[in-house]
C-alpha cells in the first residue's frame, strides 16, 4: 500500500503541479475550477471524518494515508457508495472490502453524524432536531436545528447552513442570535443523513422516500456559506449516493446579490427569495441587508438567474405582519414588480410566528386570504402556508434558545448546589 509521496499523483495535486490530466488545468472565468485540496484535519482522535468530502477528497485522503491510486480510486468508490448509498457508518459492515482493509479505513477514518442534543415530533407529525457538533479548537460545541416537514405527497427537510445569522431579519429568531461559525460540508450533509437514519430510508432508492425534498431554509444565510453549501449540496445530487435531484431542492436567500448567478450556475438548484416586503422602507426594517442590495437589484438578479422558468419558477416567500406589510396596496405591488420584472414566480404566504419578544404580530386570517386573492386574480400563485409544528417551537432558532435557557438554568442550579455546598 505504502509508496514514495514525492512521486504520487497526490503530490502534484497538493503542490499543484501541471498534471497530464487536464481536469487539473486552470479555465478562465471569475470562477476558477481546479480542485483545491481540503486541509483533512482529523478529529480530536486523530481520525480523518469522510462525511462530507467531496468526491475527488475522498480519493485524496485515502492517498493522503499512503494508499496506492489506483487502489485508492477502487476504494474510494466503494465507501462514497457505502456511505451515501446504504447510510453505513461502520467499516467492517463494508462486504465488499477486505476484511484486512476494514481495519485500516477503521484506525484511520471516521463517517460520523451529527450528535442529537434534542428531537421533537409535533401533533402534526413535523420533527424537530437540535444537532450538536463536534469539540472544535477551542474545546466548544456548537448547536443547530433541522426540522422535516412531512405532506401528503412529499417531505422536506428544512437544512441549516451557519449557527446563528449576521443578517438580523427582525421577524426571524434565529436573526436575533449573533453568528457563531459557518458550519462544514460535513455537517450539512449531515443533517440529511441523520434525517434518512431518523426516518429508515437507507438504501438510498428514489422511489417511495418520505424525504422527497431539501430546503436550504434554516438557520443561516446559505450564500454567506456557499462553497460549503455547494459541495454539499452536490453530494446529496450525486447520482451514486443520495440522488436528490436538483428540482427537489430550494436554496433560498434573503438576497445576496452578488452570489445569486454563482449559485444557479454552479449548483442549479430551486431558488427562494425571502422579500417580506415590497417598498424600501419597510424592507430596510425588517429584512436589512435589503439596505445593501434593494428590491430592484434583486428583483433583477432573479430575472437573471439561470435556469428559472415557468417549469422551475423562482418562490418569493412572504412573510404575513399585522399592518406592517400586509395591506391590498401592498399585494398590487408586489404583482406589479413581479410582472414588470418578468419573473416566472409563485409566492407563499406565511402567517408570522410569533416567539418570545417578538416584535411583530401574525395578520389576521381575513387580511391574508385578501392578499392572497389579490395575487391569485393577476395570475400568479399565491398559497397560504400552514403554519406547521407550533407545538414544537418549529419557527427557526427556536429549540435552539430553549436549549440554551435551559442550559443556563442548569448552570445556575448546579452554582447554586456549590454555593450551598461551600457554606
Ligand atoms: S431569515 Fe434567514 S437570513 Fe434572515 S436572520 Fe433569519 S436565518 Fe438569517
Not at 29 to 42: A, I, Y
Not at 66 to 77: H, T
Not at 308 to 329: C, G, P, Q
Amino acid at each position: 500500500m505504502d509508496r514514495p509521496l514525492a512521486k504520487s499523483r497526490l503530490f502534484r495535486y497538493m503542490m499543484r503541479m501541471p498534471d497530464t490530466a487536464t481536469n487539473l488545468m486552470p479555465i478562465p472565468g471569475h470562477f476558477d475550477p481546479v480542485p483545491v485540496p481540503r486541509e483533512f484535519k482529523p478529529r480530536a482522535d486523530g481520525r480523518i471524518d469522510l462525511l462530507g468530502l467531496t468526491k475527488m477528497d475522498l480519493r485524496m485522503a485515502l492517498e493522503t494515508s499512503q494508499l496506492e491510486p489506483k487502489q485508492a480510486k477502487l476504494r474510494a468508490k466503494q465507501v462514497w457508495h457505502w456511505i451515501y448509498n446504504r447510510g453505513v457508518t461502520d467499516f467492517s459492515l463494508m462486504t465488499d472490502i477486505s476484511k484486512t482493509m476494514q481495519p485500516w479505513l477503521e484506525q484511520r477514518f471516521v463517517i460520523s453524524r451529527p450528535e442529537v442534543v434534542e428531537a421533537q415530533v409535533s401533533t402534526d407529525g413535523t420533527r424537530k432536531w437540535l444537532l450538536r457538533s463536534d469539540l472544535d479548537s477551542n474545546g466548544g460545541t456548537q448547536d443547530y436545528e433541522m426540522v422535516f416537514i412531512p405532506d401528503a405527497d412529499r417531505g422536506t427537510l428544512c437544512v441549516s447552513s451557519q449557527v446563528g445569522c449576521t443578517l438580523n431579519c427582525r421577524f426571524c429568531h434565529t436573526g436575533t442570535m449573533r453568528l457563531v461559525r459557518n458550519l462544514t460540508p460535513g455537517e450539512i450533509v449531515g443533517q440529511v443523513m441523520l434525517a434518512r437514519d431518523a426516518l429508515g430510508e437507507w438504501p438510498s432508492q428514489p422511489e417511495g422516500r418520505m424525504l422527497t425534498n431539501i430546503v436550504m431554509m434554516g438557520m443561516g444565510e446559505p450564500l454567506y456559506n456557499f462553497d460549503n453549501v455547494r459541495d454539499a449540496l452536490k453530494i446529496v445530487m450525486d447520482g451514486d449516493g443520495l440522488g436528490l435531484s436538483r428540482r427537489r431542492i430550494t436554496l433560498s436567500t434573503s438576497g445576496v446579490v452578488p452570489m445569486m448567478a454563482r449559485a444557479g450556475e454552479e449548483i442549479s438548484v430551486n431558488l427562494a427569495v425571502s422579500l417580506h416586503a415590497v417598498t424600501k422602507e419597510v424592507r430596510d426594517e425588517i429584512v436589512p441587508i435589503n439596505r445593501k442590495y434593494g428590491i430592484e437589484e434583486l428583483l433583477q438578479a432573479c430575472a437573471d438567474y439561470p435556469g428559472a422558468n415557468n417549469a422551475r419558477r423562482i418562490t418569493f416567500e412572504y412573510v404575513m405582519l399585522r399592518d406592517k406589510n400586509d395591506s391590498d396596496d401592498e399585494a398590487h405591488e408586489l404583482v406589479r414588480l413581479i410582472k414588470d420584472y418578468q419573473l416566472p414566480a409563485k409566492v407563499n404566504l406565511i402567517p408570522f410566528n410569533p416567539w418570545p419578544g417578538a416584535p411583530y404580530e401574525c395578520s389576521t386570517p381575513e387580511r391574508i386570504k385578501s392578499f392572497s386573492n389579490i395575487i391569485f386574480d393577476a395570475g400568479i400563485s399565491a398559497p397560504i402556508r400552514t403554519p406547521r409544528g407550533r407545538d414544537i417551537d418549529a419557527a427557526c432558532g427556536q429549540l435552539k434558545t430553549a436549549s440554551e435557557k435551559q442550559s443556563r438554568a442548569e448552570l445556575d442550579r448546579q452554582a447554586e448546589e456549590k454555593q450551598a455546598a461551600l457554606g
